[in-house]
Every structure is written in structure tokens, then in C-alpha cells.
């Protein structure tokens, strides 16, 4: 392969390009270094000139020089910008100003969701994440009622912040859709024995939360249908109490 | 408290007190005080815009943390570009990955060479508290048990953004600063430049563990009490499974009608007899043992053990010719060399070394490529096991296995590094990890760990010192009266990862200067001819935290002048323990730790893995046909990403500063995006399932794929093609230098790209296919020159055939489920033995298998290619000079989370 077929710097400013080459054929050494030369040069200039990074545009309010003054724009604050494959140009994203677009399936940190509604905690500590969890990062406590019986709701939950891969197989497994990976990533902090073993309460954010992060997710077929299951059964043990509040209330007046 | 309106004798008017406060606290100055605070404000803003960090980055953090610096998040708007190679010329230290014992007295002393202020971010999990690596026996439980930190960066690893993120609270927290100034009795509030406090961090210490010596005493006084000893007799300890058995005479079909298994059966049995047993003794020792945690064993008896069809891989010699070949050495080399043992070929040790040359030179098929080299801790022996292929017919796979010695230290094989020098290293591996030695090894020394270790860590009775259970979960987790959080640390009595047995007493001849890691590995000249000059020789430690290692790794050279005349590589800093912690994992667990092999290809990784556990569930794990396809996108994608990053950094160790490898990241970044929207992260995709993929592909996604290979790599790899393959100084500083003939390629057992460069087309997708590599048209690229620049071209040229890979595969990506069934977490692999192998970005990736029918890996091995690669080196490098090193280093592409694992 290394037979001296390789294409040189010809094709990269087109027509213009070529003519150049034409006459830097002629001289004798160099050539590679000059050929990549002219690519920096290209992207030199480009970075100013073209695509979403134009620096006018960008910085000013027009694609003209002129406008990185005259037409000043509100400073962008936290203005996503999605890169695809047509970027060309600058290709800085300037956080915190600007930021990369947080794909739904993006994940940081598991949390714990409660229904919006009602405030009713999903998670029933079945401890099937505990138990995919690869570094062992949970650790949970079943609730007990008075009695000592087992009641289908976590008592405590921890999540070792430092001990977490962000793996997100506690949330792909989790029967209930009760774990999920929260997409925030600025967690940034100044002290970790306190602040970085989440408890319950640390965990929790509410139903609307992840509707809004995970929109897709939120209107799968899936999810949906695990959705109508728990509001059945939330409905069934509504109907249930309220007949057992209608039955019981009767002989409170006649006591009374 | 309402304020009164004041006013003061120079204002005529009255002022608005909330106007007053404003001013008083903003703009006026009242005080000496606020005139120096002015003084901090101005100072503080100075140090804040000029933070230089040091230039070492550690782990998969440290991935990001490049990328942090590269054109997408450009650190440089933060004033903080200016990487250092120096401690000296550093003031803030991004300690951006996990921390091992053995890389952990480097650290130390960069911090103590860097001049005050100084500041630490921990960045990820890993470094700030051990993170999914903490129960390793090689893991520092974070980087704050040692140096001061600053900022908390968590997430694994943390997006640029969010280092970005650490970064301004870093400043926020200068801002906060207030000068200290003895003359005007003024107290600040930062510890800096204070006579009195002796702000050196002490450098720990090799023992036979890591040892803090500030608290040297109390860890003494710990050891000699054996209360670890007393914590781990409380504890279940693993069972061990017997060596599979030869099969009864007759050909035995593949089906699991084979007799070997049986006892193996039995005898889990058997041992969890014995394990209910401990558990019963366990749970007389109040709190210790848990019910569940009664250890490997499933629940199900053992009749309904599964076993898997033997072969040691899934294109192999196969049944009759490893029959033939039995009976072929059989004969040449008297009756007994060879029996075969659940499909692979049982040698008795004394006759290894025959039937190693035999193979190589005079079998019909040359063995001459030596696949990979792993060892088994059975109950009644450890077995050394070798996978060999041929290069001039590829696909032939054979196991050869070599039994010896159960007893610690008791066992020896003789090296085959006379056969096949790719031995070398991972016959050091062996010894290091299971106690092995190897009669005739020229430097049979550790590797992984250090000199002094005191424990050979993957013998099945080695507990690491955070040891629970012999397999997750742990009992501490869920199990009733527990589920509380409880740190690691307090389970061990020494408060940290630390085990010392009860015997050691050299507890005064400890030595913080010692150089234990690199002082066995110290090059010898090798008669390496230097004419020049009348020069003296020298040895020169480049590493492990040099920014042109590729990460922790070390070099030792012998240069006489500029000239190496002898090369030592010394490893283990980024050693996390990743196969004892395998063996822990049920299978389905391991899959994230795979991503953190070789952090540049997760999806690769993910892959090999995938394809080992599949080929024992056998029909239970078919992967349908657009699973298939998305692996093989997600594949090729990654491989693209993983060169576009070797050759922009192989530029950068040459000297062409960061322009290629800028150009070349922004086509990376490109693809990590995609990585992100259909997995969710950008390097730690965690995407493979076994029988498929985790997630089907988003919407909008393949579109964005598609217009990324159809419109752009080819585009842009045209592009970097013109700008270095033709480049002058890039062709002096390459042709010719690091020359690996094409017969020392294979002797060395070098792979991949290295491999390929030195001509020789073996490439696994073709030598071996898996999934679906046999529809595909691409070429198999090779060169002749066996040097850096032919391993960059191949790099390049298999950028375009991974496209053309790519552009065939969405073409033909069909729709269908991409699972064979439910998705489930239980997973049932049948026991049995399985090697996969896929081609990395770097060449040969191997995972070895070995399963006893319960829910974790009995033995889970990596055959890595960085490591591998590695062993030539020396060769590689010999007669050129010191810069000329980097640049071959740089060619071979190592990632030092698959070297070291």
C-alpha cells in the first residue's frame, strides 16, 4: 500500500485549489507540509465563516463583521446546540452558556420517583435493584406496618453516590418504573461524606419530573400500561376503603 | 430591625438605606478591611483565570478530562489550557479516575512537588470514593484519604460539562479567599503559605499491602491482633469446583451427553453441603453471615445443572481434527501427551515444551500464533490454559491445558516464552495473580502488583479486604436488620482497603523511598551498538504519570546517550482488579464493568463479553437479526471513534501538537453523541444484552447516523488523509522507526493493527467471524512497512472499510424485535467453558469464561490486546531514541484501563 498512490492536497479548495496545486507542483519539497497547511488555513478561516459557528453570527446578531457590534444579541443563557453531521465551522460549545442537548436515554443518577397526583412512593423495595445494582450501590429497608407486616414501600433507601457507575440497569430492570436515571450532571460539591449518600428523601422527585426529562419514555406503551396497572389498584383499594368507610361511619351516628 | 435613615455629614441628602447597604457592601470603602478586600477580589480573580492544571489523567475520567481540553468544551475559556507536564508548574490537580495502591504513592508525591496554592478536584466516582471499583483489593477508597480535596466531581465519569461544572465551583470557591497579613493583623481564611503547618502529604508505602504511614502503628498493632482473620472466618467463603475430567473413550457428540461434567455436578453439591455447613458455623457468630448469602451455589439442585456443548471457542479446530490432532501427538511424542478434556488438549506439564515445537513447526497447521494465556484455581489444581491459532490458516483454534499444583506457591509450568515470546507477559500475570511459577521465564516477576504483595489476589482463597460474600448480592444490601448504609470501611478493622497478614513483621525495614515497583524491572543493556559519541549509560523512568504514556504506565530505559539500549515496561497502575471483581459479578453485572476495559471502545468491549456468555446459553441467547445489525453499527462506530483518537494523539507524541488530534476528536465527539442518545452515555455505553441489545434506537437517530457515514467520516477521514499521510516531517519521524518484522509480530503475539502494519491479514472479523461479519464486503487492510507509519496508515485505511461496513449494515438493518425474549436479570448460563473473540480497536480482545452453572463467572479472564501488544516493545524500540519511544508507544495505542484491567 505504500506504492506513492496517495492522493495529494488537490479537491480541497476546489477549482481555486487545483490551480494552486497546479503551480505548487512545481516546487521541489514540502509538498505534504504544505498540502496540510492549506487544510489548517481552510479550517482557520471556516471556523469565522461558516456553519452554526459562524463567529458573527454567533457572537453578534448577522452573518456581517460588522455585527459583532452593531447588532449585539441577548447573551445566549443556556442555549442548546445540537451538533449533527453538517457541522462545520467553530465547533465549541460554550458552557455554561451554552450546552449539548441531554438525550432522554442520558444518565447520571438513579432517583426514586413519587406519583404526582397523590404523592404515593412507586418504589415497593422489591430489591430487584439492589440486587442487578453491579457495584452494589443500594442499600434499602422494607417499611413494616405496627404489626411487623411487610408493607410494600421502602422504610430507607441509599444510594452511595461514590460507589455508582451510572450504569442504569437498576432502572432498565425495575418492575414498577419506580428507579429511573436522572439526567442532571452538575453535582458538583464541596464535601462527600455528608452530602453523597443520598437517602430517600434526597432520591425522590416527583412523577411530573421525569414526565418532562423523559418524554418518550413517559408516553410508551409500556410505561403507560404500568401506569394504568398502578392507578387500577390504587382505585381498587380506594373503592374498598371508601366501601369500609361507607359501612363503617353508619353506627358512628347511631352511637352518637 | 428596621433601619434608621442615615445620613452622613458630607451627603447633603438623605439615601435610601437599602441604596446605603448596597453601597457599603459594593462600591464604598469603610474599612481597612474592604480595602484589602478589594485586594482579594482582584487577587482572587487572578488565581481563579489562570488555574493550570496538571497534565495526568488516570482512568476513564481522564478520557473526559482530555476532551475537556479538546475544541468541543475548550477548557482554555476558563484560563485553564495550559496543561502541565510539571507539578511544579501546576496549581490545580484533577485527580480524574480511580486511584489504585499502586499508582497511589505517585500521586502523593506530584501534590507534595506542587508549589501552594495548590487545589484537588476529585473527578467521578472512583476518585472520590473508590467508586465501582472500591471492593478491589488494588483500590484506594477515595483520593481524600490522602490529599485535601477542593471539589467533588461526581458521575462515572462526569461529562466534560460537568468537570466544567466542578471547574466553576472550584472558582467560586477562590473566590472566597481572604489574604492572610500577619503585618496588619489581618486572618484569612486559607491555610497557604503557612510556617507552621507542614502541609507534605507522607508518601505511603509498598508493604505487603498499601500502608498509610501515618497510621503505620495502629495498622501494626491491627494486623498482629489477626481481627481480619477473625472477621473473615465469620465470612462464606467461595466454593471451588473440580477440573473437568477427561471423557470416556469414544467420540462423545458436542451434546451435554459427556460424562465429564457430571461429577463437577456432584461435587458443587457436595460443597454447598459444605457451604450450608459454614453458613450454619457462620451464623453462631452473631450478625456475621446473612441466610441468602450462602454463596455461589444457585438454589436449583444440581440435577438440573445445565452444561454447555464444549468447545473452547465458536470457530475452532473442531471435534475430529482436535481428535486427529490428539492422536497425531500421541504418536510423534509417545502415548499419553495428549487427552482431550472438554475440547482441549491436556498436556502433562513435562511434555509441554514438545508439544509447544511440535505445534509450531511440524504439525500440519503451525501453531504459531499464541491466542491467549489464562489459568484456572480448581479445587484440585490450577490449570494454565493456552488458545493458539494459526496465521497462515486462521480459525483453527486450539486450547492446550497444563495442570499443576493447587497449594500457594507450590505450582510450576514451564514457560513456553521459548515457543512463543508473547508469552511473556501474561505468564507473568499468571504468577503474579495465581502464585504459578514458570521454570526457564528469564524475569519471572510481578507485574499487576507490586514486589512484596503479600497475596497471589486470584486464587479462589484470596478474600479481598472488603470481601462480603462470594457473590453479589451482598447481604448487607437488602437482608432483614440490615439495608443500612454502611461504608466498606467499617466492615474492615483497619478502616480501609487494607489486608496484612497476621505474620508480617518487617514492619521496620518499610522504606517510602523504595522505588518496589520499578526496582525489578530495570533494563539490562542488550548490546544495542552505539557509535557516536563516547556517551555513559544511564537508566531513565519515564511515567507513570508522563502525559505521553497514554495514561499510568511507565517505562524504565536503559539509554546510553540518546540511545535506548534497553526497555522495560512497568504496569499495574491502573490495575483495578476487574477479573476478581468478574468473579464476584453475576453475569449480567459485568457487562458495565466491560465498558471500563478499554474506555474508548465500551461498545467493542460490550461485544466480546456478550458473545463469551452467549456461546455457552448456546440457543437461549440467539440474537435476532436487527440486534445483530446494531451491534455491528454500534461496533464499527466505535472502532472509527478509537482510531480517529489513536491517530490524532499518535500526532501528538510525534509533535504535530494537538492540531490532528482537535480535528480528529470533533469526528469522535460526532459518534459519542450518537453513543449517547441510543445508550445514554458517551463512553460507558452499557448497551449490549446477551441475545441482543439493551435499547432499540431511538427516533431520529438512525437518520442522524446515516447522514453522519454517508456525508461526513468519509469526508473527513479524506480530509486528515491529506493533511498527514503526505506530511514530510511526519514520514522522517515514522518510516522506518519501530520496526516489528512480520515473524516477530506473530512470535509476539501482537494484534490488530500492530499486527496487520507488519503484514499479516488476520483480522478476527475475518479469521474468525462472529455475528454477522461474514455478509459484509470490506477488506482486510495490511502493510508492509512494519513500521509507525504503516500502523497509522492501516489505522486510517480501516476508518474507510469500517465505513464501508457501516454504509452496508444500515443499508440492510431490518426491523424486529431486538431481544430473543423478555428482558430478564436472572440469567441462566449452563456450565461450561467459552473464549470469544472480537476484533477491538486495538486488536484481539478475549474473554475467557468459565461457568459452574450458578449466577457469577467461576473464572473470568481478558485477553487484552494492549497488553499484549506490549511485549514487543522493547524490540520495537531498541538502537532508537528516547523521542522516537513515545512515538512507538503512541503507535501501539495501549489504553492502560485494558493493559492494566
Known amino acids: 500500500m505504500n506504492d506513492g498512490t496517495r492522493r495529494d492536497g488537490q479537491g480541497v479548495f476546489g477549482p481555486v485549489g487545483s490551480a494552486i496545486w497546479a503551480v505548487l507542483g512545481l516546487w521541489p519539497f514540502g509538498r505534504g507540509m504544505i498540502a496540510g497547511h492549506l487544510i489548517t488555513m481552510r479550517r482557520f478561516l471556516r471556523t469565522f465563516t461558516v456553519g452554526h459557528g459562524a463567529t458573527t453570527r454567533r457572537r453578534g446578531g448577522g452573518d456581517l463583521p460588522v455585527d459583532l457590534w452593531w447588532r449585539r444579541p441577548e447573551h445566549h443563557r443556556g442555549s442548546i446546540v445540537d451538533q449533527d453531521a453538517g457541522t462545520e465551522g467553530l465547533f465549541t460549545v460554550e458552557y455554561p452558556d451554552e450546552r449539548l442537548p441531554t438525550r432522554e436515554r442520558f444518565r447520571v443518577l438513579p432517583m426514586l420517583l413519587y406519583d404526582e397526583e397523590d404523592g404515593s412512593v412507586r418504589c415497593t423495595s422489591c430489591n430487584i435493584c439492589a440486587k442487578v445494582c453491579p457495584p452494589q450501590c443500594i442499600w434499602m429497608v422494607q417499611a413494616k406496618d405496627a404489626r411487623g407486616k411487610v408493607v410494600p414501600l421502602p422504610e430507607e433507601f441509599y444510594i452511595d453516590m461514590d460507589v455508582c457507575m451510572n450504569c442504569g440497569l437498576c432502572a432498565e430492570y425495575c418492575p414498577f418504573d419506580a428507579i429511573k436515571m436522572d439526567q442532571n450532571f452538575e453535582l458538583s460539591n464541596y464535601e462527600r461524606h455528608q452530602s453523597h449518600v443520598y437517602s430517600l428523601q434526597d432520591l425522590l422527585v416527583s412523577s411530573a419530573y421525569y414526565a418532562r426529562t423523559h418524554p418518550e419514555a413517559w408516553a410508551s406503551a409500556e410505561e403507560q400500561a404500568e401506569r394504568d396497572k398502578v392507578a387500577r389498584k390504587k382505585e381498587q383499594r380506594l373503592r374498598k376503603a371508601r366501601e369500609a368507610a361507607s359501612l363503617a361511619p353508619e353506627p358512628e351516628p347511631a352511637g352518637a | ?901
Open chain 2, 1 to 901: 430591625m428596621p433601619t434608621p435613615p442615615t445620613t452622613r455629614p458630607e451627603w447633603t441628602i438623605p439615601i435610601d438605606p437599602a441604596l446605603q447597604a448596597e453601597l457599603e457592601k459594593h462600591v464604598l470603602v469603610t474599612s481597612w478591611d474592604e480595602l484589602l478586600g478589594v485586594v482579594d477580589t482582584i487577587y482572587n480573580w487572578g488565581r481563579r483565570s489562570a488555574l493550570w492544571p496538571l497534565g495526568f489523567g488516570l482512568a476513564c475520567c481522564g478520557i473526559e478530562m482530555i476532551c475537556t481540553a479538546s475544541s468541543r468544551f475548550d477548557i482554555a475559556r476558563f484560563g485553564a489550557e495550559v496543561f502541565r507536564g510539571s507539578p511544579r508548574q501546576a496549581d490545580v490537580m484533577i485527580v480524574s479516575g480511580t486511584v489504585t495502591k499502586t499508582m497511589m504513592p505517585m500521586i502523593a508525591r506530584l501534590y507534595d512537588q506542587m508549589p501552594e496554592p495548590k487545589y484537588v478536584i476529585s473527578m467521578g466516582a472512583c476518585a472520590s470514593g473508590g467508586g465501582p471499583f472500591k471492593e478491589g483489593y488494588n483500590v484506594v477508597s477515595g483520593i481524600d484519604k490522602f490529599l485535601p480535596v477542593d471539589v467533588y466531581v461526581p458521575g462515572c465519569p462526569p461529562t466534560p460539562q460537568a468537570l466544567l461544572n466542578g471547574l466553576i465551583a472550584l472558582q467560586r470557591k477562590i473566590d472566597g479567599e481572604r489574604l492572610d497579613i500577619p503585618a496588619l493583623g489581618r486572618k484569612g481564611n486559607t491555610p497557604w503559605y503557612d510556617p507552621e503547618v507542614d502541609r507534605d502529604i507522607p508518601v505511603p508505602v509498598f508493604g505487603p499491602d498499601l500502608i498509610d504511614v501515618r497510621t503505620l502503628e495502629l495498622t501494626a498493632e491491627r494486623a498482629a491482633a489477626g481481627l481480619l482473620d477473625a472477621r473473615e472466618a465469620a465470612l462464606p467463603r467461595p466454593a471451588l469446583i473440580p477440573a473437568p475430567r477427561p471423557e470416556a473413550p469414544g467420540p462423545a457428540p458436542d451434546a451435554a451427553a459427556e460424562p465429564s461434567p457430571a461429577p463437577a455436578a456432584e461435587q458443587r453439591a457436595m460443597s454447598k453441603i459444605e457451604l450450608i455447613r459454614a453458613r450454619s458455623r457462620g451464623e453462631a457468630v452473631p450478625g456475621a453471615s446473612a441466610p441468602t448469602s450462602a454463596g455461589k451455589p444457585a438454589a436449583r439442585p444440581s440435577k438440573k445443572l445445565k452444561v454447555a456443548p464444549a468447545r473452547p471457542s465458536l470457530v475452532w479446530l473442531g471435534d475430529e481434527g482436535l481428535a486427529e490432532l490428539a492422536s497425531r501427538l500421541d504418536a510423534e511424542l509417545g502415548s499419553g501427551t495428549a487427552t482431550i478434556v472438554r475440547a482441549a488438549l491436556l498436556v502433562p506439564a513435562e511434555k509441554l515444551l514438545d508439544v509447544a515445537f511440535f505445534l509450531r513447526d511440524r504439525n500440519p497447521i503451525r501453531y504459531d500464533y499464541l491466542a491467549s494465556l489464562q489459568s484456572v484455581h480448581y479445587e484440585d489444581c490450577i490449570e494454565v490454559n493456552y488458545h493458539l491459532d494459526s496465521t497462515a490458516r486462521p480459525g483453527s483454534l486450539i486450547e492446550l491445558r497444563v495442570r499443576t499444583a493447587e497449594a500457594e506457591g507450590a505450582g510450576e509450568v514451564p514457560s513456553v516464552i521459548s515457543v512463543w515470546p508473547g508469552a511473556d507477559f501474561q505468564e507473568r500475570e499468571v504468577f503474579d495473580m495465581m502464585g504459578v511459577r514458570f521454570a526457564g521465564h528469564p524475569n519471572l516477576t510481578r507485574i499487576l502488583m507490586w514486589e512484596g504483595f503479600a497475596y497471589h489476589p486470584l486464587r479462589k482463597d484470596y478474600l479481598e479486604p472488603y470481601y462480603e460474600a462470594p457473590a453479589k448480592v451482598f447481604p448487607s444490601r437488602i437482608d432483614d436488620g440490615q439495608g443500612q448504609h454502611r461504608r466498606a470501611e467499617e466492615l474492615n478493622p483497619f478502616g480501609s482497603n487494607v489486608k496484612i497478614p497476621r505474620s508480617f513483621s518487617g514492619w521496620d525495614r518499610l522504606d517510602p523511598a523504595a522505588d518496589v515497583k520499578g526496582a525489578g524491572r530495570m533494563p539490562e543493556g542488550t548490546g544495542v551498538d552505539v557509535q557516536e559519541l563516547d556517551t555513559d549509560q544511564f537508566v531513565l523512568s519515564i511515567g507513570p504519570q508522563h502525559p505521553s504514556t497514554h495514561g499510568v504506565f511507565r517505562m524504565n530505559l536503559r539509554v546510553d546517550g540518546e540511545t535506548v539500549v534497553g526497555l522495560k515496561p512497568v504496569m499495574g497502575y491502573m490495575h483495578r482488579n476487574h477479573e476478581k471483581i468478574g468473579e464476584r459479578n453475576t453475569f449480567l453485572m459485568n457487562f458495565p464493568f466491560t465498558d471500563r476495559l478499554d474506555y474508548f471502545t465500551s461498545m467493542l468491549n460490550n461485544f466480546g463479553y456478550a458473545l463469551a456468555v452467549e456461546q455457552l446459553m448456546g440457543d437461549d441467547a440467539k440474537v435476532p437479526e436487527r440486534a445483530e445489525y446494531i451491534r455491528v453499527i454500534m461496533a464499527e462506530l466505535n472502532r472509527i471513534a478509537s482510531h480517529m483518537w489513536s491517530i490524532g494523539f499518535l500526532l501528538n507524541d510525534l509533535g504535530a501538537f494537538f492540531t490532528p488530534a482537535l480535528y480528529a476528536i470533533e469526528e469522535r465527539e460526532l459518534i459519542l453523541d450518537l453513543f449517547e442518545w441510543a445508550a445514554g452515555s458517551r463512553m460507558m455505553c452499557n448497551y449490549f444484552r446477551f441475545g441482543g441489545v439493551a435499547f432499540d434506537l431511538p427516533p431520529g437517530w438512525l437518520d442522524r447516523c446515516r447522514a453522519i457515514v454517508s456525508d461526513r467520516l468519509d469526508r473527513k477521514i479524506d480530509e486528515l488523509d491529506r493533511l498527514l499521510s503526505e506530511n514530510e516531517i511526519f514520514k522522517d519521524r515514522s518510516r522506518g522507526v519501530g520496526l516489528l518484522s512480520r515473524e516477530q509480530a506473530i512470535a509476539y503475539s501482537a494484534a490488530g493493527p500492530v499486527l496487520r502494519a507488519s503484514n499479516v491479514p488476520y483480522d478476527i472479523r475475518r479469521a474468525a467471524p462472529y455475528s454477522i461479519y461474514d455478509r459484509f464486503d470490506f477488506e482486510v487492510v495490511t502493510g508492509t512497512g512494519c513500521d509507525v507509519y504503516d500502523r497509522y496508515y492501516v489505522r486510517l485505511l480501516e476508518m474507510r472499510e469500517s465505513v464501508r461496513i457501516l454504509k452496508q449494515a444500515l443499508r440492510d438493518l431490518p426491523e424486529g424485535p431486538i431481544l430473543p425474549g423478555k428482558k430478564s436479570y436472572q440469567i441462566k448460563v449452563p456450565a461450561g467453558e467459552a473464549y470469544s473473540r472480537v476484533e477491538n480497536a486495538k486488536g484481539e480482545l478475549g474473554f475467557y469464561v468459565v461457568a459452574d452453572g450458578g449466577p457469577t463467572a467461576y473464572r473470568y479472564h481478558v485477553r487484552s490486546p494492549s497488553f499484549i501488544n506490549l511485549t514487543a516493545l522493547e524490540t520495537m524500540c531498541l538502537g532508537h531514541t528516547v523521542a522516537d519511544v513515545v512515538g512507538i508507544l503512541g503507535s501501539l495505542d495501549i489504553v492502560l484501563g485494558e493493559v492494566d484491567r
